[in-house]
């Protein structure tokens, strides 16, 4: 196994256990040039192995050239990073002129191929400059090809990297540094584990590794988290540069990485049997303690750890300090929330906007709200959204002066004035607390209702299923239901289905823009329709007549799509509990599923009906099949919060005399796809139904039964069918 070395620029080394060098970056437009130099000097000055610049296209990579010659004129050498993000041709100029590129290949390119191919340009001058590439991931910024394959995990961001150093070995080209950032203390030093694992043992080398917790925010909160992230791996030996990334004065960011450098270095004193913290200052403190707790209570080696015997400047540690320290180490070690959790970007050339200021007045007025929601606060359209991970609410700035507001990954309130978009973000936040909230089968799903709609009728038989509101816990979708005139009718509707099944219709189509279009009637009277954006984790329905129809449709059809992807589905069939498992009747309407449930309940002691029309089957992590109650039950009114492992599936079959037998493989599939509701002509949709279909046709009895709607029908099937 070989370490890989080289020096950057011709003179600084790194791998191969050379010095940890402490990066930083500018939050200077690159184009601000008497800017930019004055933050690159200061840097200097404050012992910055590294500045990164934004250079987001041509004329930055210009800027970038006369910054350097004008520092190297002033005998500044510190090495120049050239940080780009999509424009491949942008990092094949700054090759010229950086002493280091910083790329996401998979960013260059929508098709693989064709950034494969600017990816092997790029090296091929790097060669010729002797520039360093950094292969920089985060985990925001993972390309659908990878997450469709190993979802948005650790392990795929380990993926994802390996494959572009498998192409600078190919190519010959060492002189790489890889970084895989996340915000989330836990994914990020997993990925590097498990890359400097994969590096081992199936490239026979190590690359040097760049580390950094990504949008770490500022502050205390920023300074705690990434000593913990990084402190972790220097500790294992992994990592030979760092970045602290904070939402403030970049300046600052240099002393906070030779702190965790020293801290790593740093032998503590014993007390009493226990370990105590020597710290100069305050900021010493936080990060020599982090460095020391953090790394045990992130791998849940301890729950917690002793403070006694610890001083700041010679004095012991008070005890509201210590106590806002453990919160917040906790906290970043995501072992128990106290506080709302903030991730921020550090601002760049891309920034339009006061992003320190406007980051601590977000924090100022949202510090109330619930422990563990998730708020970003980012500088850019363009990469923010991306980066702020799995956020529950975001404020990013889009151009000057002007915000737009995400929940989740869904800009909802866009492009506004920055003067109100902190208190639009507040009513965002209060609005969705008022929501109310269900979980059926371990998935959540929240309706709000706009003012003088009253859903409440509508929602009667979803009680057994309501939960508390909980801002950290987002749900799968949310249903916002508006008055007549609510809802305007696209143009340019496509009609993809239609159905009618007893009075009731059901017509889907799709927008232009891609989003679904339903429309719900009852004796052809339209009583809803529903706009739902792509992936239908959120939809708007516009309720006239029959509002309890159009809301307990809209509610079913949204479950039923959006679980399709989570490992669940929502079936016809009734479904009895007997002897710790359920067991579904399936069949189409009319077939008798109910009166042979009702048979069970009759005849077949211990028999419970669970569902009657519409319960839910969920694989879980375990790969067991379970059934569960749902608030959609057909005409018998049976709303029950329960579930059971399946014990197995009937098809029902009218016939003159009473008949039972096994059905295996494509038999048994067969019979299950046709009782799943879905809408089998969308590719996700339908994948996502396959993969649970073949998991229950192959992991659960599937039994046909012909049979007569009498006792002995319901005694010879519960004689065969029950384990
Ligand atoms: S999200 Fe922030 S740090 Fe990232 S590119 Fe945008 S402004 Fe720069």
Not at 53 to 64: A, P
Not at 78 to 90: C, E, G, K, R, S
Not at 109 to 137: D, P, S
Not at 697 to 703: D, I, K, L, M, T
Request: proline share 5%.
């Amino acid at each position: 196994m070989v370490n890989i070395s080289f020096s950057i620029a011709g003179r600084l080394p790194i791998g191969d256990g050379a010095p940890v060098i402490v990066q930083t970056m500018c939050n200077t437009a690159t184009d601000d040039i008497e800017a930019s130099l004055a933050q690159c000097r200061a840097m200097a000055a404050a012992g910055a192995g590294m500045i990164r610049l934004t250079t987001q296209g041509l004329k930055q990579v210009e800027s970038l050239r006369i910054i350097k010659e004008r520092l190297r004129a002033e005998g500044i050498d510190t090495p120049l990073v050239a940080d780009i993000h999509f424009l491949a041709d942008a990092a094949l100029a700054a090759a010229a002129v950086a002493d280091k590129v910083r790329i996401n290949p998979g960013n260059f390119a929508r098709e693989h191929e064709v950034a494969c191919a600017k990816f092997r340009e790029l090296i091929a001058l790097c060669k010729q400059h002797g520039t360093t590439i950094r292969i920089g991931l985060n985990h925001g910024s993972l390309g659908e090809r990878i997450t469709r394959r190993y979802g948005n995990t650790p392990l795929a961001m380990k993926e994802a990297v390996m494959e572009w150093l498998r192409m600078c070995l190919e190519e010959d080209f060492r002189q790489v540094v890889v970084s895989l950032k996340a915000s989330n203390t836990l994914v990020m030093v997993e990925a590097y584990r498990l890359l400097d694992r994969a590096m081992r043992e199936e490239l026979g080398c190590r690359f040097p590794l760049h580390l950094g917790v990504t949008e770490a925010g500022g502050g205390d909160e920023g300074r705690i988290k990434s000593a913990v992230g990084i402190g972790t791996l220097l500790a294992e030996g992994i990592g030979d540069t760092i970045r602290v990334s904070l939402t403030e004065d970049p300046v600052h960011e240099i002393p906070a990485g030779e702190q965790i450098v020293a801290a790593i270095a740093a032998s503590y004193s014993t007390r009493g049997g226990r370990t105590a913290v020597e710290a100069a200052d305050w900021n010493d403190f936080i990060i020599k303690a982090a460095c020391l707790w953090g790394p045990s209570l992130l791998d849940k080696k301890i729950d917690d750890f002793p403070l006694e015997g610890s001083t700041i400047g010679g004095r012991p540690v008070e005890q509201a300090e210590g106590e806002h320290f453990r919160d917040m180490l906790l906290q970043a070690c995501r072992r128990r929330f106290t506080a709302p959790e903030y991730i921020a970007c550090p601002g760049c050339g891309r920034t339009l906007y006061d992003l320190e200021s406007t980051f601590n007045e977000v924090k100022r007025r949202t510090s109330h709200l619930a422990p563990g929601i998730k708020i970003a606060v980012m500088g850019c359209v363009v990469n923010g959204p991306g980066e702020m991970a799995d956020a529950d609410y975001g404020y990013v700035g889009e151009g000057r002066g002007h915000v737009t507001l995400y929940r989740g990954k869904e800009p909802v309130i866009r492009y506004i004035p920055q003067e109100e978009a902190i208190d639009r973000l507040l009513a965002l936040i209060e609005a969705d607390q008022k929501e109310q909230t269900f979980q059926v089968a371990g998935h959540r799903f929240a309706v709000q209702a706009a003012e003088g709609v009253d859903v409440s009728p509508a929602l009667a038989h979803y009680a057994p299923f309501a939960v508390a509101t909980d801002l950290a816990k987002a749900p799968v979708f949310r249903l916002f239901v508006v008055p007549q005139g609510g809802l305007p009718q696209p143009d340019g509707l496509t009609e993809e289905f239609r159905q009618d099944d007893d009075g009731s219709q059901i017509r889907v189509c799709h927008t232009p823009e891609g989003d679904s279009w339903f429309e719900f009637s009852l004796w052809g009277k339209l009583s809803g329709t529903m706009r739902a954006r792509p992936g239908f984790s959120q939809a708007t329905l516009e309720v006239a007549d029959y509002t309890d129809f159009a809301v307990n449709n809209a509610l079913m059809v949204l479950y039923a799509l959006r679980t399709t992807s989570l490992k669940t589905v929502l079936f016809h069939a009734a479904v009895i509990g007997n002897g710790g498992r359920g067991y579904l009747f399936l069949g189409r309407s009319g077939t008798g599923k109910s009166t042979h449930a009702r048979l069970w309940l009759k005849h077949v002691p211990g028999s419970e009906l669970v569902n009657d029309d519409n319960p839910v089957v969920r694989i879980g992590a375990d790969g067991t099949a379970r059934v569960y109650g749902s608030p959609w039950s057909g005409k018998t009114p049976c709303y029950k919060n329960m579930d059971l492992p399946v014990g197995g599936f009937v098809q029902l079959a009218q016939a003159p005399y009473n008949k039972i037998q096994r059905l295996k493989g494509i038999g048994a599939y067969a019979v299950l796809v046709p009782s799943i509701s879905g809408k089998r002509w969308d590719r996700a949709i339908a994948d996502g139904l396959h993969a649970t279909e073949n998991a229950l046709a192959s992991g659960v009895p599937v039994w046909m039964l012909e049979c007569l709607p009498d006792e002995e029908a319901a005694r010879l099937c519960s004689q065969t069918i029950r384990v």
